[in-house]
């Protein structure tokens, strides 16, 4: 179906029901519970969710398959950031011309930075990309600040010319929308104490998420996909075969650049601000993460990476001592305190140090990711049942 | 007969060695020509400057009038010369019959080819090709064995698979068959003889192994020392006495 094996299917339509359903999913816990801390099912966080899963998706396609480790995927992200804002002063309001040139803003641009880095293979490509995201984030923050709003970040304006639109027509600044339904709209649905928010810019996300999601198993399942992975296998052996590896690494880096590109293209459709920070050398390592974390060169695994680095970051980030005590306000004072002093290190400020650890113990016990250590957890169920 | 490839005064120093001593030969088209020879006397340097991976100081390397010294391997391989590792280098992470799959791809593809969209279980033609062959070898049951777990002779195969796939013009066989069972050894030389009869291709086969080297040689090379001490009919090497010399230490 699709041009997909079965199995490829049913994991499509896996991922189709997810994000379907992630309002529902994601708010697990009644509205003013002791949990509802918990619940991530917001529009801002579920649309970063998705976007942040398309950036891995295509930051997997290079790395996952060809093992090029880059170091600098953020300048793509952020190039497509730029690119959209202007597309959504000059042009129109409508967020559709905005995610289009982002992408191919980020195609062009991963072009040239992929050909020159590409000439190196290992720690030195890693490096040159490093290299060539931290000069556009300093351009970016410095000598182009005409294009890019300094550090302040460039953002939409009443009197921005909106071609298509007719220009300014006084009132508030618009509001990115599509075809007139805007962005940040949301239908809200209670249930019992269960709240649920369906926003139209996370479904907007969702949807492209879809279609880059098939593009990704298509890339995986074909003759290409396979010469990606022989490059990782033994590049060497691979011209020895006749196949050129150059231009197949520079395939796979401007279509991962062109995935980052819209991720930034869909964030500023989401919230039609950019700024500089976001080409920063840790937003690239930010993207690495999540591969890891999910499993490099699955299909699923860095959306997972995606969606529990933006939980930890959000989540986790906000659970602070007034928060703890609460939950354990049924001990006695003495053990009460000592158990949020325990815990206390891991959450609210503290995140990245459970985040760390969680790191930490994929590596060492999942080298395939999160998805890798369930694959193998499934086959070792299989085996044992089928003997 | 025609000539197939003519090596025409090759150097080749290593710092304070001279790997490859002003070497000359002439392979003969649709024969099978071996390079014997001590360890050591350059057989290896010399097909590394056939495939691209090292380029000689001097001298010409033609074939089919094209000289190939200062091409890169891929273009090499794309104008017909197939090369068979001595150590295998095969692609580990995938599958056996996706190794025999990439050679044929890049033969019928050439050296780029952005079918990133195309499902691989449409490409039914490349895959028979490929399973023809991995049969011809006796590795029709592995197919969808994972490459790096298999024994050292069966990715001696595999490699071999991965070569004869391309239908080259000039196969290049470094020891073929070492680390293989004596069943192996001569299933690999009928299969050898077979394609190379039914189908022209000419092989360089570089051999320890003289029961190999007797059984499919139309003409036998002996390289000692980075020269070429004798190039004869595999019936007249046996007595010659430079030849006798080379192997039993007595060159100097």
Redesign the interface.
């Known amino acids: 179906m699709l041009?997909?094996?079965r199995n490829d299917f049913l994991m499509l339509l896996f991922v189709l029901v997810l994000v379907a359903a992630a309002p529902i999913i994601l708010n697990p816990f009644p509205e003013g519970s002791n949990f509802a801390q918990f619940n991530a099912g917001y529009p801002d966080l579920m649309q970063r969710f998705v976007i942040f899963g398309i950036f891995a998706i295509g930051f997997n396609i290079l790395f996952g398959l060809t093992g090029y480790l880059s170091f600098g995927h953020a300048a793509f992200l952020g190039a497509g950031s730029y690119a959209g804002v202007w597309m959504l002063k000059l042009l129109t309001i409508n967020v559709i011309p905005a995610i289009i040139i982002s992408t191919v803003v980020a195609g062009i641009f991963s072009l040239f930075i992929g050909f020159i880095s590409l000439r190196r293979s290992g720690i030195y490509f890693s490096i040159l990309t490093l290299a060539f995201a931290q000069m556009s984030f300093a351009l970016a923050a410095s000598v182009l600040t005409p294009i890019t709003g300094g550090e302040t970040g460039l953002q939409t304006a009443l009197n921005d010319p909106r071609v298509l639109d007719g220009g300014a027509t006084g009132g508030n600044i618009p509001a990115p929308s599509l075809f007139g339904l805007e962005m940040g709209h949301s239908w809200k649905v209670a249930v019992g104490d269960w709240i649920w928010t369906f926003n139209v810019g996370y479904y907007l996300c969702a949807f492209v998420l879809l279609i880059v999601f098939y593009?990704a198993i298509?890339?995986f399942?074909?003759?290409?996909?396979?010469?990606l992975?022989?490059i990782?296998?033994?590049s060497?052996?691979?011209?020895?075969?006749?196949?050129?590896p150059r231009?197949?690494t520079l395939?796979a880096f401007v279509?991962s650049g062109m995935y980052a590109g819209l991720a930034g293209g869909l964030m500023v459709a989401m919230d039609p601000l950019a700024g500089p920070e976001r080409m920063q050398w840790t937003a690239s390592g930010e993207v690495v993460l999540m591969s890891i974390l999910g499993g490099v060169g699955t299909l699923v695994g860095p959306v997972l990476g995606a969606g529990i680095i933006k939980y930890f970051e959000n989540i986790f980030s906000k659970i602070n001592d007034g928060l703890l005590h609460q939950w354990f306000s049924f001990m006695p004072d003495g053990i009460e305190n000592v158990i949020v002093g325990i815990i206390h290190p891991f959450v609210g400020k503290g995140w990245h140090l459970s985040l760390g650890l969680m790191f930490m113990l994929v590596v060492i016990f999942l080298p395939g990711g999160l998805v890798g250590g369930i694959n193998g957890l499934f086959r070792r169920l299989f085996r044992r049942r089928s003997q | 007969m025609t000539v197939a490839l003519e090596v025409k005064g090759v150097n080749k120093r290593f710092g304070g060695l001279q790997a490859l001593n002003d070497v000359n030969l002439l392979v003969d088209e649709g024969r099978i020509h071996a390079i014997i020879g001590p360890n050591g006397a350059g057989k290896s340097t010399l097909l590394n400057c056939f495939?691209g991976?090292l380029n000689p100081d001097s001298g010409t390397v033609i074939f089919d009038g094209k000289n190939l010294i200062g091409r890169?391997?891929?273009q090499i391989?794309?104008a017909g010369v197939?090369?068979v590792?001595q150590t295998p280098?095969?692609?580990?992470?995938?599958s056996v019959i996706?190794n025999v799959?990439?050679?044929a791809?890049?033969?019928r593809?050439?050296?780029?080819?952005?079918?990133?969209?195309?499902?691989?279980?449409r490409?039914k033609d490349i895959r028979d090709k490929a399973v023809d062959v991995l049969d011809d070898l006796g590795m029709a049951d592995k197919l969808d064995m994972n490459a790096a777990s298999m024994s050292r002779g069966d990715k001696r195969r595999l490699e071999m698979a991965?070569g004869l796939v391309?239908e080259p013009k000039l196969l290049l066989l470094d020891e073929p068959t070492a680390g293989m069972s004596r069943a192996d050894t001569n299933n690999t030389i009928d299969v050898l003889k077979h394609i190379g009869e039914s189908r022209g291709i000419t092989m360089i086969i570089i051999e320890h192994d003289m029961h190999v080297v007797f059984s499919l040689a139309n003409k036998i090379s002996v390289l000692a020392q980075g020269t070429v001490i004798a190039e004869d009919a595999p019936e007249n090497i046996k007595g010659n006495p430079k030849v006798q010399e080379a192997y039993l230490g007595g060159a100097h």
Do not use: C, W
Request: proline share 7%; aromatic share 8%; hydrophobic share 40%.
């Open positions: 041009g997909l094996s593009i298509r890339i399942r074909s003759p290409f996909g396979m010469m992975k022989a990782k296998s033994n060497q052996r691979l011209s020895y075969t006749g196949i050129s231009p197949y395939a279509i | 495939v991976r890169l391997p891929h391989n794309q197939s090369r590792f280098e095969i692609f580990g992470e995938l996706e799959m990439i050679p791809l890049a033969h593809d050439g050296i780029f080819e952005l079918n990133a969209l195309k499902p691989l279980r490409e991965m391309q």
